[in-house]
């Protein structure tokens, strides 16, 4: 079978070593066995004043963390640093894309009691281009929800947990 890959997934940190080590080997083997090497970039340890443009040049951006809820509050300021690099990004309760502090806020103000809108955020994602989904960890359901709103688009799942 012959893979053709339209995107590019940058690997920053330092790889081999520390705590997700064994997740970023197996995230490595899969992506050998989906045919999807030659689409990594592994840019290693980056400085923090380069880190916006590393993170703009990647089309895919996954940030291995142990489950902890101490890494979980770390998300809405993963999602400050992809918007001041310049990646895209879907707002997951106005199904809108979002670009600025104030959007920011807002968003995660309403997160709190507001309903997510999948459905909506991936018509939003499919109406700007995006043809394929990635999904990380244990389970596919939102790969699952995906081929329910958007049947052509590509899906690839990674299992990082042993057993997952």
């Known amino acids: 079978m012959t893979h053709h890959h339209q995107f590019e997934a940058v690997i920053v940190g330092a790889g081999g070593a520390g705590l997700m080590a064994a997740d970023s080997a197996r995230f490595r083997q899969q992506l050998a066995a989906a ?5 990594v970039i592994d840019a290693g340890w980056v400085e923090l004043a380069a880190l916006p443009a590393t993170l703009a040049a990647a089309d895919v951006g996954l940030y291995l963390m142990d489950d902890t809820l101490l890494n979980r509050a770390k ?90």
């Open 35 to 39: 045919g999807l090497s030659e689409a």
């Open 75 to 164: 998300c809405p300021v993963k999602l400050a640093d992809m918007l001041a690099a310049g990646v895209p990004v879907v707002a997951n309760v106005s199904a809108r894309p979002i670009s600025t502090p104030d959007e920011i806020r807002a968003e995660l103000k309403a997160q709190l009691t507001a309903p997510v809108r999948w459905t909506d955020s991936v018509r939003a994602l499919s109406a700007a281009g995006v043809d394929a989904y990635v999904e990380v960890g244990p389970g596919d359901v939102l790969l699952g929800l995906v081929k329910r709103i958007d049947r052509d688009a590509r899906r690839t799942k990674f299992e990082l947990e042993p057993g997952s």
